[in-house]
C-alpha cells in the first residue's frame, strides 16, 4: 500500500497550492483519507479529513474557510485545496488513511492505518 503526497513547493503569503495523493496497492474506498502536517519543532497536527465514499468531510479550526478536502473513491485519491495561504501554514504534509470515521475527534488523532511520504509545502514574502 503506497500513499505519496506531492505538488507542495513554495507559495506566496495569501496564495493557493493543491496539495494531491493518489493511493495504491488497494482500495481506499470505505476509508477514511485525511491530511497532516508538521511544522519545524512543532507535533503533527491534524489538517482535514474525507469519507472516501462522500458525504462527509472535516476540518481544523485553523484551515476551515481556506482549505478544501477532496476524495476521488474510483480513482483512490485525495486532494487538499488550499487558499489564502498564511505563514503558519509551512509545513510538510502527509496523507493518510484510516477504516474508521472519528467525528469531532479528528484533532486528537495521531495514529492512522496508513501514511504516506510528505510534502514540503512554504509560505513567505
Known amino acids: 500500500v503506497q500513499l505519496q503526497a506531492s505538488w507542495g513547493g513554495l507559495v506566496q503569503i495569501g496564495g493557493s497550492l493543491r496539495l494531491s495523493c493518489p493511493a495504491s496497492?488497494?482500495?481506499?474506498?470505505?476509508?477514511?483519507m485525511a491530511w497532516f502536517r508538521q511544522a519545524p519543532g512543532k507535533e503533527r497536527e491534524f489538517v482535514a479529513a474525507?469519507?472516501?465514499?462522500?458525504?462527509?468531510?472535516f476540518y481544523a479550526d485553523s484551515v476551515k474557510g481556506r482549505f478544501t478536502i477532496s476524495g476521488d473513491s474510483a480513482k483512490d485519491t485525495v486532494d487538499l485545496q488550499m487558499n489564502s495561504l498564511k505563514p503558519e501554514d509551512t509545513a510538510v504534509y502527509y496523507c493518510?488513511?484510516?477504516?474508521?470515521?472519528?467525528?469531532?475527534?479528528?484533532?486528537?488523532?495521531?495514529?492512522?492505518?496508513?501514511w504516506g511520504k510528505g510534502t514540503q509545502v512554504t509560505v513567505s514574502s
Open positions: 493518510a488513511a484510516d477504516r474508521a470515521w472519528y467525528s469531532s475527534s479528528w484533532p486528537m488523532i495521531s495514529n492512522m492505518d496508513y
Open positions: 496497492g488497494r482500495s481506499f474506498n470505505n476509508y477514511a
Open positions: 474525507v469519507w472516501a465514499s462522500g458525504g462527509k468531510t
